[in-house]
């Protein structure tokens, strides 16, 4: 809950539901857009653009989990799963009827939803542990399919997906992706914030507290899980099928279940709020990058561990950072965030 | 005919395996309900261990077999009292999440130590074959079932009639009641989890004897464990041994009819598709509880 600074009152029903509600919050706001459209464009050079664009879509993908995750309080461990399918889907449209990204996008989202919606069905009568380990099975079944789709998934060797085109206008670099995956993902997290504010929203939160209780007071659980699950993968099924059209060409090894633990973690290490989503992600992606430099250089002072040391480092690494956030920082770092908020609301003047 | 009865055997001596596994998981979860999703991980640990030390360090067979008890111990506790101790009263979130992360950590180390292709094991039994009828029995999957069989009646039997069996029994029930009557619950969890690890690594050699250490069938047969615990419901120990004879079969029977007709691997996902069909009509899995809740 943001709490609002001394002297600022609502006085009527468009204030008190305002998404952001202060002068101060707006000029942030402007800020923070102008320097994610006007200023990084203009300064990051091709490498930093790909990392953000990949930040991008895993805030996409993990949005959705969270939507699942912290506020319905059912664990999925197949998120990417339904990314492969959204993914998948998109390329076979692309490549197989060669319909345009416009098309194929919201259709592969809507494909990743409904299968959501199917593999849920069994995990919404159950709860906790058995909840984690269907999806865990969804994921190697779907998985399975994927790989064996024959020349409609291309199985092992991967599939190609067109690029995005606009007219004449085509989405072919760094930059010109950047605009279109970092407005998808603002839109998503503007979007994600509101659902949260609306009924549906609500009732998943209390689902989320305790099931039966929500029950009691009226609230169609079975139908608040669905909408959560759909919900859910349709962020997944986007994400999955804007990779798959950044990347042009996507394989099986590009959803492990690995993958799913990681924006799993992300929203661990992260909190349980948007912004601790988009923290996670952050954190995660720039944590992973310093691996990927500095981990060679670790590696070259060991030279006995071998060439996959850089790897295995990664994930132990990721582990023990994970572990340490469960024990130690439990709400993550948006708490962490909010607590240097409120700290410096005050400071200097306590009153 | 034939094959089906022979795939059948076979499934059936596999199962026993899953069995074991699933064993181990159901301790845990049962003591500590904690359920673990780091069992993959640690299966492979340990079976490398067991390689390092018997092929590795040339160690004779008694001495490595002292050393895994000591290092499980070990690990055991340092796991209790470093990483989930201090998650008590964590919501089912944390205690899923820090398992999932001491996977990862376990087969980081893993592939960190032991790169590249899999090992292999010394023979410890002679390789030969007992025919019963047209139906042909290896004597190493024969050991293994008696091995399983043995662990299990051990584990029944330390259940049932010993003081800390009780103790264990009385903490799945009731944590703050076992406390209160003196069980040192946290000694309890440190036991079940070295049952656990010590299980994982039995099945972990068992399975090694048969088709070689490598990480990645150790690892996916561990996270079969956890579907044969879901499907034969998580607190109970018949469960798991029908569940794992079940997971077994399907996968054998998978092997033999589906795997020529769409081209292998059907018998690395039939488990998982009995065990969505069998949730969505059972959501308990076969014998688990139906929780009555008060709100």
Redesign the interface.
């Known amino acids: 809950m943001y709490k609002k600074p001394c002297g600022v009152f609502d006085e009527s029903y468009e204030q008190d539901s305002a998404l952001v509600r202060t002068g101060y919050r707006w000029s942030m706001l402007v800020l923070l857009l102008a320097i994610l459209f006007v200023a990084i464009p203009l300064l990051a050079g091709n490498y930093v653009l790909d990392v953000l664009n990949n930040i991008a879509i895993t805030l996409i993908a993990a949005l959705g989990l969270q939507i699942v995750?912290g506020f319905t309080?059912q664990?999925s461990l197949g998120h990417a799963a339904f990314m492969a399918v959204g993914a998948y889907t998109s390329a076979m449209l692309s490549t197989h009827l060669g319909l345009s990204f416009w098309i194929a996008m919201p259709l592969a989202a809507l494909t990743a939803g409904l299968l959501g919606i199917v593999?849920a069905?069994?995990a919404l009568?159950?709860r906790?542990?058995?909840v984690?380990?269907?999806t865990?099975?969804?994921h190697?079944?779907i998985m399975?399919v994927i790989?064996?789709g024959g020349d409609l998934t291309k199985g092992i060797s991967g599939l190609t997906a067109g690029e995005i085109t606009i007219g004449s206008f085509v989405f072919d670099t760094e930059l010109k992706f950047y605009f279109l995956v970092m407005s998808l993902a603002a839109l998503a997290v503007f979007f994600t914030s509101n659902v949260m504010r609306t009924k549906i929203g609500r009732a998943m939160i209390a689902v989320r507290d305790?099931d039966?209780?929500a029950g009691?007071m009226g609230i169609n659980v079975f139908r608040t899980k669905v909408v959560s699950f759909f919900l859910s993968s349709l962020y997944a099924g986007v994400a999955g099928s804007l990779l798959a059209h950044y990347q042009g060409i996507i394989t099986v090894d590009q959803f492990t279940l690995?993958d799913s633990?990681w924006i799993?973690?992300m929203l661990?290490v992260g909190g349980a709020t948007i912004t601790g989503v988009i923290m996670g992600v952050v954190f995660f992606k720039l944590l992973s990058q310093v691996v990927l430099f500095g981990g060679p250089l670790v590696g070259s002072m060991f030279p006995s561990?071998?060439?996959?040391?850089v790897?295995?480092?990664?994930?132990?690494l990721?582990?023990?950072v994970?572990?340490l956030f469960?024990?130690f920082e439990?709400r993550g770092l948006s708490h962490r965030w909010q607590i240097t908020l409120s700290t410096f609301r005050l400071w200097p003047f306590p009153h | 005919m034939v094959f089906f009865l022979q795939i059948l055997v076979n499934g059936i001596l596999t199962g026993f395996i899953y069995v074991l596994m699933a064993l181990a998981i159901v301790i845990v979860?049962k003591s500590s309900s904690i359920?673990n999703?780091a069992h993959g991980s640690l299966v492979g640990l340990c079976t490398f261990f067991v390689w390092q030390m018997v092929v590795g360090w040339g160690m004779p067979l008694y001495v490595a077999f002292v050393l895994e008890l000591v290092v499980i111990a070990a690990l055991a506790f340092a796991l209790q009292r470093l990483?989930l101790k201090?998650?008590t009263g964590?919501p089912?979130?944390?205690a899923?999440?820090?398992t999932?992360?001491?996977?990862?950590?376990f087969?980081?180390?893993v592939?960190?130590?032991w790169?590249?292709p899999g090992r292999v094991l010394p023979v410890w039994i002679e390789l030969s074959v007992l025919k019963i009828g047209p139906i042909t029995i290896s004597s190493e999957s024969l050991t293994n079932v008696v091995v399983c069989t043995l662990c299990f009646a051990i584990f029944l039997l330390f259940f049932q009639k010993t003081k800390l069996g009780l103790a264990m029994r009385g903490t799945a029930e009731d944590h703050t009641l076992a406390q209160s009557d003196g069980v040192k619950v946290d000694m309890i969890f440190v036991v079940s989890w070295f049952v656990a690890i010590l299980v994982a690594a039995i099945g972990g050699v068992l399975m090694s004897s048969l088709y070689g250490v490598s990480y990645e069938s150790l690892h996916s047969l561990g996270?079969k464990a956890?579907?044969v615990?879901?499907l034969g419901g998580?607190e109970s120990i018949l469960g798991a041994l029908i569940g794992g004879l079940i997971i077994g079969v399907v996968e054998s029977l998978g092997s033999g009819y589906i795997d020529p007709l769409?081209?292998g691997?059907?018998s690395?996902?039939a488990p998982?598709?009995v065990?969505?069909i069998i949730?969505?009509l059972r959501?308990?899995?076969l014998f688990g509880y139906q929780r009555i809740?008060r709100?």
Request: no cysteine; aromatic share 14%; charged share 5%.
């Open positions: 995750i309080g664990i593999i069905m069994p009568r159950i906790g542990f058995y984690a380990v269907t865990l099975a969804a190697y079944v399975w790989l064996h305790n039966l209780a009691f690995m633990i799993l973690a661990v561990f071998g060439g996959s040391a790897s295995a480092g990664m994930q132990i990721f582990g023990v994970v572990i469960l024990i439990p | 979860y359920f999703f990483v201090p998650l964590q089912l979130m944390a899923i999440m820090a999932i992360a001491l996977g990862e950590v087969s980081g180390i592939v960190l130590f790169p590249g996270m956890l579907a615990v879901i998580m769409v081209g691997g059907f690395e996902v998982y598709i065990l969505l949730l969505a959501p308990y899995g809740e709100v």
